[in-house]
């Protein structure tokens, strides 16, 4: 964890006093995971509340395109030109539902496809009507997850590489949050991967025409 790191450094100190190019990478290091171990606990939270929260009432108009336009510049903000991106996007498309923990799966997914697949991949974002809802759809031709880890991608702190997510500062729990929000929509999420080909994360929501009256999915 990033205690376990600043405890480290927090005992060499003790030891002999940092001087020059090591003090330099053990603040940079203790301010990395500093910042990790805040956007740790900032998840915890967030998982909490959902978890603690009563059922939702999926009253709000979502407008998707709108938060997939922000999400794809903030994306490529993110990979630093290291990644390609198409974003597929149904400009008429909205959903009722809960306009923040929306927003947290869609951005959660997004992001998961940027720092956890290596330079040169392309994420493709989809939002589209289908006969089942309105699908949103994450895509990389990254390097694919095994069958076996499948299942269990959605449990808190549950992660495939462990060492890169420790580089990243992965915490375990955005998959988790994304489940839950997606639940307490009444919906499902769905992975599909395949080794060596690229990953695909799903979920539908009902959707009702932009030029009719919007009625809660839960009433």
């Known amino acids: 964890t990033p205690l376990t790191v600043l405890q480290g450094y927090l005992e060499m100190m003790d030891d002999k006093p940092l001087e020059g190019p090591l003090r330099e990478k053990a603040i940079h290091t203790m301010r ?5 171990m805040e956007g740790l606990v900032k998840q915890l939270l967030t998982l909490s509340k959902i978890e603690a929260a009563p059922a939702l009432v999926l009253n709000e108009q979502i407008d998707v395109p709108m ?3 922000v999400g794809e510049r903030e994306a490529q903000t993110l ?21 923040e923990q929306l927003r947290s799966a869609i951005s959660n997914l997004v992001y998961n496809a940027v720092n956890h697949t290596p330079e040169g991949t392309h994420v493709k974002v989809t939002w589209h009507r289908t006969p089942q809802g309105a699908k949103f759809s994450v895509q990389d031709n990254g390097p694919g997850i095994s069958a076996e880890h499948i299942p269990r991608l959605t449990e808190r702190f549950y992660r495939v590489d ?7 500062g992965g915490s375990g729990l955005g998959l988790a949050i994304v489940k839950e929000i997606v639940h307490a929509h009444h919906e499902n999420i769905n992975v599909i991967s395949t080794e060596g080909v690229g990953t695909e994360f799903i979920f539908t929501l009902p959707y009702i025409n932009v030029d009719t009256d919007f009625v809660s999915v839960d009433s």
């Open 162 to 168: 462990k060492a890169r997510s420790r580089q990243t």
């Open 67 to 69: 938060m997939l336009r």
């Open 79 to 99: 990979s630093h030109k290291k990644h390609t991106f198409t974003f597929d996007v149904d400009n008429d498309l909205k959903v009722l539902g809960n306009d």
């Open 32 to 36: 990395e995971q500093t910042h990790r």
